[in-house]
């Protein structure tokens, strides 16, 4: 009788066929050693998988099976791979199990269940890096360096979210451990994190979420319901390298930064008695507004409309609009009458239209700053039925023309 039809006439093999693609899959199938079927002895030879007594017994659920009958009659019978596998199985398996000799069902529950463990585990892990990206996304900004004096009292709220993993120990909230930071994970297509490197060592994730939300700016973003505006916050603040400025940048941003800061210490020491709702502690709008104009600007934006509060006004009409100087410090001058001035409205309610030359595009540009009305809030429709109005006559339908800002940072403030 062949000894594939006696493996075929065997009850207890039905199991073992359906392990034989599971193994194959694990690279079961190339030469092995395999006990010569004529002759009934325990004698081994070398066989290469479509040369021995049949391809029924060297390939799949009958190669398998062929490998197991001669390990039970004879351990040495087979590849010291093989003898160790099913002393493995045998090992673990029940002493029911292990006594009924029918370690078909035991070989192929232990691999099934393997496999189907080890694919759960996978995606949970990937699922909880999904969930702490995300966690960082949406609370980053409670544990940013926000506070550059060290004063950790003075109204500052301390609590860190409970679900926001800044430290390697708190690994464990999202089912995760130490031993999981050199494992590589992919990344969502909600992050940007990854620049052109996907997937990413766990700890080179954390590494990355956390320059980006818990540095010295703190982003709060994910309220917003606009998908694509998401995903462009996103992407300008967690790419590689976003932060990262040439030297003529650096240069550019320090000039603005030191001329927003002379000109409020100008005013403090020579009218430090009058109103005048300084910008001390935020000068860096000045650079923050000429980089958006000159963007603007490059993108084709010839005409730029703004509204803002008192606070930084000054600062705002001699360092973005460029009013003039004397101007502005006539203001302070008490001996000035209503009449001089043209109004009779406070320094910081006027605001100004001025057309002047882009120095970073060499292009012309309209720069306007409402007038502040009675009731502050009312800005808003101000501005916006002024760029509305500048789009209708320039017949600049798309808004790629006309463009309008409004810096909101509280009345009286």
Sequence with gaps: MNCSLSLRASPAMSQLRALAAVLRGAGVGGSQWLPWCGGGGPARR???PRRGCSSAATHGSSYVEQMYLAWLEDHKSVHESWDTFFHNIQASSPSGEAGERRPSALLQGRALSHSADTTRKVVEDHLAVHSLIRAYQIRGHH????????ILEA????FVPSDLITTIDKLGFYGLSASDLDRSFQLPPTTFIGGGDNPLPLKEIVRRLEISYCGHIGV????INNVDQCQWIRQKIETPGIMQFSNAEKRTLLARLIRSTRFEDFLARKWS?????GLEGCEVLIPALKTMIDTSSAAGIDNVIMGMPHRGRLNVLANVIR???DQIFCQFDSKLEAADEGSGDVKYHLGLYHERINRETDKNITLSLMANPSHLEAVDPVVQGKAK???FYRGDTQGKKVTLEHLQQGRGR
């Design 220 to 223: 709060e973003f994910m309220f």
């Design 323 to 325: 009013k003039d100087l």
């Design 155 to 158: 109204d500052l709220d301390s």
């Design 143 to 150: 544990v940013a360096q926000l506070d550059p004096l060290g």
């Design 46 to 48: 070398w066989v290469e």
């Design 273 to 277: 008695s009058e109103k005048r709702f």
């Design 389 to 391: 109005a500048e789009q």
